[in-house]
């Protein structure tokens, strides 16, 4: 599919139009921008949802769950450790899981009934009103429950000060689940229009302080901090994004138009291999809780790592196109860097695994540890893994960030021959480069195919100016090329044509 993606005032990025097509280029030398569209690209496509109307009153309820749990607990605990108020925490948490885990199901159910959903075009307002009358028993329950202990309490005090303080703390309890409830019925009484823009507001501004490990919004709007950042990304299809971050650092606007929601239902961030080679430590159960439970705090690791590792969790079922890429560009890749990269089945460490009547001996069974393993043999087999799990595969959205960095220059040809291979199996590819021999190798295959694939350039400079470059084969790399190549890589090319 063709975007245009139109950004405003964002990161390093002045004013830009870019064009994205079947393989697109981010060129430019450091620090000019093309990670920071990279990576907003990804962010707005990866909150595209089918459902973002159920996934917002799913948000809500999650929110609802927490805030209870926590005023159950912080009043029991306020009584100290009295057996009935401890029993009452139990209960009560015990109540607020299983009523959780009721709507979970109905929402799956929900989903799975496309004949609610196609005919009844109130089906989310039946929804939210359900929940919201579970929720309201469950808290009358809860005051109930409360007042009944509280009454025994009185009863058994001879003070009557310390019957106000009771009666007081009843008071102060009783206010707080209103309060969550009341703003939970204001949410869920506002349609189905409005639980799709705040679930889209929500997903983007996650997305992006996440995937950008940035403390605020406002702290990724470009050099002039008085105008907003606008995006507006339209697709040859009829889809429209759009989503304006105010200068105060909130998305104050969003509008989402999408045909085929499918579209984007398999999006990859590849960057860094190291985070491969550290996959243990970074997926441990401490560190998710703390990424998950804690969202004030910054993980220091980009979610789209961590959106990859779910997708390595799925079993995917065997699509149409899925072995013509696997034994064509998957077996080219374990070709190149002699070997494959596999999941331990039992700690589900990452291990690469040399072919056999390879010169470097092993005696490994298992394969050599990825923490071992030369960083371009990672960066390449991770390409490959990812098409044997059924990850990238046709109507896969592929970003790439520096994709030359750790490879030998032959790998750096090689690496550009396989992702304009992508593009003839459906895989859509959007990459950030400052590699002029990357390009150079993108220019001959475009060359030397009888029917190429429609290639987008795109440079960046340092001043946050910006050009999309005509889509021509023969303009690729002249184009660009004065600016990324060293003095001494000039002085080179000369010295062979002398």
Do not use: C
Request: a neutral charge; glycine letters at 4%.
């Amino acid at each position: 599919m063709e975007y245009t993606v139109e950004v405003t005032n964002f990161g390093k990025i002045k004013q830009a139009k870019i064009k994205i097509n079947d393989l697109t280029v981010f060129a430019g030398t450091n620090n000019t921008g093309k990670s920071y569209v990279s990576r907003l690209l990804y962010s707005i496509f990866s909150a595209i949802t089918s459902n973002p109307e159920i996934d917002y009153q799913k948000r809500l309820v999650k929110e609802l769950y927490l805030n209870l749990k926590r005023e159950n607990s912080r009043f029991s605990r306020s009584f100290g450790m009295d057996r009935e108020w401890r029993k009452y925490d139990m209960e009560s948490s015990g109540k607020l899981f299983r009523l959780q885990r009721k709507i979970d199901s109905d929402f799956a159910k929900t989903l799975d009934d496309s004949d609610l959903l196609i005919t009844a075009d109130n089906s989310t307002e039946i929804i939210a009103k359900q929940i919201l009358e579970e929720f309201e028993v469950l808290i009358d329950e809860f005051q109930s429950d409360v007042k009944t202990i509280i009454a025994k309490l009185i009863d058994q005090e001879v003070k009557s000060s310390a019957k106000k303080t009771l009666d007081k703390r009843l008071k102060v309890y009783s206010e707080a689940l209103d309060k969550h409830l009341i703003k939970f019925r204001k949410e869920l009484n506002g349609g189905e229009t409005h639980f799709i823009e705040q679930e889209y507001k929500n997903k983007f501004n996650d997305n992006l302080i996440e995937n950008f490990q940035a403390e605020e919004l406002k702290d990724l709007i470009g050099n002039n901090k008085n105008k907003s950042s606008t995006i507006q990304i339209t697709s040859s299809d009829g889809d429209a994004i759009s989503l304006n971050i105010s200068k105060s650092g909130e998305i104050d606007k969003v509008s989402v138009d999408v045909i085929d929601h499918e579209v984007y239902s398999d999006i990859v961030y590849l960057e860094s291999p190291i985070y491969w080679k550290l996959r243990s430590a970074l997926t441990t159960d401490v560190f998710h809780y703390n990424r998950r439970m804690r969202r004030e705090r910054l993980a220091d690791v980009p979610k789209y790592f961590y959106d990859l590792i779910e997708k390595m969790r799925e079993r995917r079922i065997t699509a149409k196109n899925d072995a013509k890429i696997r034994d064509t560009l998957s077996q080219e890749i374990k070709n190149i860097i002699g070997g494959h990269i596999i999941e331990d089945k039992n700690s589900g460490e990452l291990l690469f695994v040399e072919n056999s009547g390879s010169k470097t001996k092993t005696t490994s069974k298992k394969g050599i540890s990825l923490h071992i393993t030369a960083t371009g043999v990672s960066q390449l087999g991770m390409i490959a893994h990812l098409i044997d799990k059924k990850i990238i595969r046709q109507g896969t959205i592929l970003f790439l960030d520096e994709p030359e960095a750790h490879l030998h220059p032959a790998w750096q040809d090689k690496m550009m021959e396989i992702l304009y291979g992508f593009t003839k199996y459906g895989v859509q590819v959007i990459m950030a480069t400052h590699s002029p021999m990357m390009i150079q190798r993108l220019e001959l295959s475009t060359k030397q195919d009888k029917s190429p694939s429609k290639v987008s350039l795109n440079y960046f400079n340092r001043d946050g100016e910006f050009d999309s470059i005509a889509q021509a084969p023969d303009k690729i790399s002249d184009a660009i090329n004065n600016s990324l190549e060293s003095p001494a890589y000039k002085t080179y090319l000369k010295s062979l044509v002398m």
